[in-house]
């Protein structure tokens, strides 16, 4: 075109040379200009060219063998993998396995010219110039071809955020070019057909799914060359915006862009009319609908964490690649050697399978008629549970589809009008309906209405969207009461089956799941500081919350930490009594801090009135006996900084803002805020002679050629001297011994913890080689049982402890060694120190309230058999 203009001028010069050099100098001028800037026009994009073609663009090398992802892999401590990360979860396909239905819609819908350009189709690009720039059609579709689209997967495109709008023209001219580039290449390198294969293989349908063959599999539960027209259509739909026309959260879009899809195949391959209508008019069926996820194969609450811990520690600088860029779990093939244990992962999870079913099973027994939202609760009480039901119910993935149908629409149209991204979540909308009716203010409502949006939230009550976004919330509630309250088939959690299918209503549903008990489960080698099992629940597919990382109050299972403080620092004798009575701290008392008198019951709210040795108040958890040594402390600091040096962080504080381990004599009886994972730590303390070792889950981490980027080492510290922890190791075995023998070849001690209502059941176990911590109880506290004697540590938890150690000692396959293994000999002192053996094995008088003709019976049968070793009975209804 300049080429034209600029000889057209030469000519005229030409035919008039008088005019040109008297009356038209410029047009000799003009043709000049025109000639330079042709040149230096071609002479930039040559630079521009030049300088795109020496960046990143694939080699053709490259291209023949194109790069895809490569995924992460988990490995147990005997090299055995267990699980993945990946981005490309994906089956490749070849063209002649494509469905002839795919087909025709990618063609139709995508790139209708695609077996006639070379990769770059002008007359597109033409098309859309023209109907975008001239006539303002924002709907005229873009000119990339498949063979552009296969580029833009092939290369990363850099970000434009910080640029300024020159900086923004330049670098896109140049992701234009590149693409161009690549497509090409790839045009000279692959048939038409390879190419087509290629780009739907390597597409992100999100979901985890990576590939049409991964995308057919996740949406529809079949494989691609099976989908009908109308699945094909609707697959071929996101290839646009996945995440827009994602058919699960926005199914009213997908089936609009879906009608897009069908409307060009009909344009270009004739669909019968009343087949197009038909298929226009279905709407989607996503019950096939299948996320891939962790729950699939051993540890997948382990594996979630990891996920995270692997992102954390891969964003440190220190861990970066050798050219300064972080390493993608998802992309760089790493090698994750973990310290897991298949073999003990594979028994934690039966023993906490078994053990789960058969107290749940209890549970619904004890609760046949009954509504734990409702069960003894003050009005105030129950609006507190009603609240976090709803709140549960309002997070499932029903409800926020059913929200987005809703209000989608008119909150982005809000927000469009405002200018900003103002949050309209379910607590803001529901705050400024509030203020609306001046029941509240934008001070009272800051923690729903975020301060930095309070004009934009002005605004918009001020604005005629409000009452539209009102209706719609009022008409979302109203949908809402009825789609949760009718009665649908629908997939529930089941321990024989896994899930099955039952007929209740959504809101049934999550009251259902949320009355299951949950547990967690951890195993650690005291001495190396390795976990070797880690259950974080039950059915991780509908419980995916990790109980080993939540925080629980945790009972008497502190109170060997009290103990071995008060023997540690006041050279208490184990031997030393204490009266089992009612002991009172006073606001005065120095270094307690405490603003009321406190004067704790035991767990049956009895005192006995006998005396108790240290043995015999740890063996059956007398409060009052706890109470009377913080007492003899005087301050609680020394108790923390035991917990401090045994890894609990002694000021590490809640979202609340608390303490974790307050400053309150309260620690003593377990009003602690703690994590299994903390407390299974701390216990490391005693099975590894008075050190404390950090439990860890990383061995080590190799890139995909080997080189090794992280080592696991753990943290170590003395927390106890060896003699007062010989002491604790003693009383920890006495608790097992005394009656409550698990009948185990490991030389085993522990201890149980049981909080208030019965809301936790924990039991700490120690071995020479393995500490074990175990917890029961519901997600909310209210879910619980009624009684001490169904909700006390030692039913809850203890059983998943020993059925877990039975079958470990049982099972060759984990050679978990138990002859000739003992926990550390005692340093010089230990004997003399707990000389007081007489005093373990006898009961305090009255403990086991008999009636004079029982204890006769007993001393008649005591005589009888004087040689013999009379077993004591095992259930006792005191705190455990």
Known sequence: MVWYIATEVEN??????????????????????????????????????ISVNNGDIPSFAELENPKYDLATVLYDVKG?????????????????????????????????????????????????????????????????????????LLFKRPSLRGMNPLSKVIALVKIKLKEWIVAVKLEKQYSKDEILTMYLNKFEFINGAHGIQAASQTYFNKNQDALTLNEAALLV?????????????????????????????????????????????????????????????????????????????????????PDGTPYNIYTDGLKIYTTIDLDYQRLAEEAVHDHMANLQDRYWKVWKGKDPWSFEAEDEQKKIRYDVLERRVKESERYLALHNQHLGAIKKIIQEKLGSPIPLHENAIKALISIDRSKSSFASEERALKPQYRTEYKRLLESPDWSQLVKKYVDLQNDYKETFDKEINMKVFDYDLGEIDKLMSPLDSVRYHNQHLQTGMLAVDPNTGHIKAWVGGVGFKYFKYDHVTSRRQVGSTIKPFVYATAIGLMGISPCQEYEDIQ??????????????EWSPANANEEFTGNLYNLYQGLLYSKNSISVRLIKELGNVEVIREVLHNAGIDKNMTLPNGRLAVPRLPSICLGAVDLS??????????????????????????????????????????????????????????NNIGSGFSMGLKSVTGGKTGTTNDYSDGWFMGITPNLVVGTWVGGDDKWIRFLTLEDGQGFVMARPIFSNFMKSLEQDTSANFKTEGVDFAEPPIGFRDFIDCERYKQVRPEEEFSQSLEEQSEFDEFDEEFDDEEFDEEEEFDEEF
Request: glycine residues 6%; negative net charge; aromatic residues 10%.
């Open 583 to 596: 002991y009172t701290i006073a606001p005065g008392d120095v270094e307690l801090f405490v603003d009321e």
């Open 80 to 152: 055995r993998p267990y699980g993945k990360y990946y981005i490309e979860n994906r089956e490749q396909i070849t063209f002649d396995d494509l469905s002839p239905s795919i087909h025709k819609a990618v063609i139709s819908t995508e790139d209708v010219r695609f077996y006639q350009h070379c990769g770059i189709d002008f007359r597109a690009l033409v098309r859309v110039g023209f109907k975008t720039l001239l006539f303002q059609d924002q709907s005229s579709g873009g000119g990339s071809t498949i063979t552009q689209q296969l580029a833009k």
């Open 237 to 321: 739909g996101m290839l646009k915006n996945p995440s827009l026309y994602n058919p699960v959260r926005f199914p009213l879009k997908s089936q609009e862009r879906r009608n897009v899809v069908l409307s060009q195949i009909n344009k270009y391959h004739d669909i019968d009319q009343a087949e197009l209508d038909s298929l226009m008019q279905d709407t989607l069926d996503m019950t096939q609908f299948k996320r891939s996820a962790h729950d699939e194969g051993p540890a997948p609450h382990f594996r979630a964490e990891i996920t995270k811990w692997l992102n954390a520690m891969l964003d440190d600088p220190d861990n970066y690649k």
């Open 12 to 49: 005229d010069m030409i035919e008039d040379p008088q005019n040109t050099s008297s009356s038209k100098p410029w047009l000799k001028w003009l043709s000049r200009l025109i000639w330079l800037g042709t040149i230096v026009g071609i002479l930039c994009a040559t630079a521009l060219l």
């Open 676 to 733: 299994l994972l903390e407390m299974t730590g701390a216990y490391t303390t005693f099975a590894n002679e008075g050190v404390y070792t950090q439990p860890i889950f990383i061995s080590r981490v190799e890139d995909k050629n080997g080189k090794i980027i992280y080592t696991g080492m753990p943290t170590r510290n003395i927390a106890l001297n060896p003699l007062h922890n010989a002491v604790m190791v003693d009383m920890l075995k």
